[in-house]
Each structure stands twice: as C-alpha cells, then as structure tokens.
C-alpha cells in the first residue's frame, strides 16, 4: 500500500493487534496490515491514540500532518538513523565546497531537463502547441550549469528555466474550464495552484521519508537556503521529482477531467482556492498510482517505481558524498 492518506475530519485512528484502523462516527472507514504501511498523512483533524503512535514510532513509520488544503504542518517520527558517517559527509560538504556544487549542479540540471523533456513530449502529443521557444529558453539554462561554479549563479539558472516553464503552463492544459497564468503559493488563488501546492507537499512528504531512512540530516540542504524548520535537502532532492510526478499527475487530472470545477472551493477572506473531500480523495488516488508506476532507471538499469526511486536517489547522493562514486546522477526521464 505504501503511504496512507486519512482525509476523513475527526477520524479516531487506532491499532488492533497487526492492524491499523480508522473509524468515524463509530464505524471503521480503514483497517490495514501495518506491514504493508511505509508512512501516514493526515489531512485536516484526527485523534491519533497513543497505541498506535508507539507501534508506528517502533515501526519507523512516519506520521505527518498536513492541513485540510495540503500545507505541511509537522511529522512525529522515530530516532534518526544512526549512520553517522553520512551525515558527517553531508556537513563537510556545506558551503561552497567542490561536493555542494557539484550536488546543486545535479539537482538543478535534472529538474531543468526534466521540465525541457515534458514541453518536448506534450509538443509531440499535441501538434498545436508551440513550445519551442520556451524549451531554447530551457535548453540555455541548461548549457551553462556544468561550468557555473557558483551556487547563487546555479539559484539563478533554475529560476531563468522554472519561470520560462511556468510561463507556458497553461499551454499544456488542454481543459477549457481551468486557466492558469503564474505560480501562486501563500495561498494557492487558483485551482491549478492548489493541486501543484498539494502535489509537492505529498511529494515532500516521501522524500523526507526517503532521506531519513537513508540517515540524512532533512534540514541541511544544498541548493535551498537554511531556514528554521525547513527540510532543505528534501526540498533539494525533490526538484527532479516535481515534473515527472506532481506536474504529470495535475496535468493528467485535468486534461483527462478527472476533476472539475466542482472539485474546489474558495475561501471567502483569503481567497484561497482548495479541493474538496471528494476531490482530495481523486487526488491523492492518482498521486498514489504514480508513485506505483514503473520505468526503468537509467543509471541503476533496472526496472523501479518512482517509490523506490525517492530512496534510491538518495542512496546515490550519500554514495558521492561519502566518496563512494564520482558523480551524483539526478533521476533525468525522456
């Protein structure tokens, strides 16, 4: 099953033997083996009893609370790894060193390319569309990333190509009934906004997971800026991850009308656009099944799903810190 979603508002949430099960108004809406659990999201309010927050701590099993709309509020979690060595790596890299550039590098071209490679495959589907100015303005983000030795100047060519990729995002909807026009976040004014703002707080969710398992320090980051609170280096390890599955999922919601305006819901001071309990459940349904899907790696070779693969980068990055391996290879899909 992977990760568990529980959307209902004012769920109880318990554990019977092996089991862990969600109940409203005294009738059970989830019972499921713990063994097939790897983390739990909460969205919105849920009591959570104390049985099954000590089995879910023994069980490294994350718990992780977002608000109703998606916006990430905190996770209980358990001891972190005791793999010393790799968070002394992940320190001495800090800073401007040869390693944090050369990770930054990574993260920013496999996000930049990911983002050409879309615009280039929805270009092929739809015929109409013209992208190709947006995809050069990409491509020149790209060319000097592995010659830029500065990691504000890299901040920089990740901005230039982000802003030309959002620019023609609402060429890639194909859904009459949806517009989009910029990238909108504190809060989301739009419905398009709001299912990128909760796709990436699902993703971060699973690659924090990924890089604690891996024995990681989340808040010491790379490319994002330290901050109080802010898991840096899962924000940096998620960048290549955004288009191949939060953007792909939203875009295939609406273009396939698998949700519709119905689906959202604007709140009236601060203009704050969210979906509903239905489409919450539609949502998180499709995120689910991405993250299921296979391809096959084209570094390890072999055929993995988008799950595993949030481990597996992060095993490739602790393997180049740690001096392991030459080059930290971000995950790049055509």
């Known amino acids: 099953m992977g990760t568990v979603y529980i959307t209902q508002e004012d769920a109880f949430i318990g554990k019977t033997d092996e089991r862990l099960h969600v109940k409203f108004d005294k009738k059970t809406i989830l019972d499921v083996p713990l063994i097939k659990i790897d ?47 790799v968070r002394k790596a992940q320190w001495q890299a800090v800073g401007e060193s040869v390693q944090a550039i050369h990770v930054v590098q990574g993260f920013v071209r496999g996000k930049l390319k990911n983002y050409r490679n879309l615009l280039i495959r929805r270009q092929r589907e739809f015929p109409d569309l013209d992208l190709s100015a947006y995809i050069t303005r990409l491509e020149q983000a790209i060319a000097p990333i592995d010659t830029t030795n500065s990691i504000n100047s890299l901040r920089g060519l990740e901005g230039a190509g982000s802003a030309a990729y959002f620019n023609c ?8 009934e949806f517009t989009f026009t910029t990238r909108s976040r504190r809060p989301p004014t739009d419905p398009v906004n709001s299912l990128l703002s909760f796709g990436y707080s699902l993703l971060r969710h699973d690659i924090q997971g990924a890089i604690d398992i891996v024995g990681f320090d989340p808040y010491l980051g790379y490319l994002h800026c330290e901050r109080y609170g802010r898991p840096a280096l899962a924000l940096d390890l998620m960048e290549e991850f955004r288009p191949l599955i939060v953007d792909a999922v939203v875009l295939s919601a609406l273009n396939k009308r698998l949700l519709t305006p119905v689906e959202f819901v604007t709140e009236p ?30 570094v390890l070779g072999r055929k993995c799903s988008y799950q595993e693969a949030f481990e597996l980068q ?3 990055l602790a393997k180049y810190l740690m001096g ?11």
């Open 39 to 85: 983390g739990v999201v909460v969205m919105g309010r849920a009591t959570v009893s104390p049985a099954a927050i000590s089995e879910l701590l023994e069980r490294h099993i994350p718990l992780t609370f977002l608000t109703e709309t998606g916006r990430y509020l905190g996770r209980l979690e358990p001891e972190v790894s005791k793999n010393i060595f």
């Open 169 to 176: 995002f609402h060429q890639l909807i194909r859904a009459t």
């Open 269 to 298: 001071l601060s203009h704050a656009v969210s979906l509903t309990g239905e489409g919450r459940k539609t949502f998180l349904r499709l995120y689910a099944q991405k993250k299921q899907s296979e391809f096959k790696h084209p």
């Open 314 to 316: 992060a095993r490739l």
């Open 324 to 334: 392991e391996i030459e080059k930290y290879p971000p995950l790049v899909l055509k």
